[in-house]
């Protein structure tokens, strides 16, 4: 998979995840990336600017799907913007019953349980992978193994009345050092 293959599935699944939070609605979308994991997907070492005359030219297979996708950046974080079409674009490719869309009416549910996460994810999923965390911010991970369409840490912390996660790709955990 190419770097901007990767770029794609990245602003694909975050705009997915923000209409399975917030609903879907026509718009234009501003999504923020640091350097750091834009380097990941393009495996480079490239400063801040060597990425943005990268990101000058997107693909067409990209521009077809999400509209004429534009980036600046300070210093080391970016910003791309996704016109109209993009939402429109995800809202009408996204499965009723995805993943994501599950996951955060689960973790929206009082009565969600580190049980009832690990069940979602191995109802998804026939191999997963759960470790504790003990780092201060999350609590745990669950993450499916060799699966090529969702190779996210998805990281939990439980507040008590509810859950709340965030996920990260292998090269971003990794960095993070959790």
Partial sequence: MTGFEKLENSLIDV?????????????????????SSLNHFFSAKDNADEMAARLSHMPEALVQKLGQVTTTHRGDRFCFYIPEPGSVYVHENMKENEFIKVLIELVQQHDCTKEKLLNLFASYWEKTEYQDMNNGEFDFYIRFVDKEDDMYYYCFKD????????????????????
């Fill in 15 to 35: 705009i997915k995840e923000e209409q399975a939070k917030l609903g879907f609605k026509e718009e234009k979308i501003h999504l923020y990336y640091p350097l």
């Fill in 159 to 178: 507040e008590g009345f509810h859950f709340i996660y965030h996920r990260f790709l292998p090269e971003d955990y990794e960095e993070f050092g959790f």
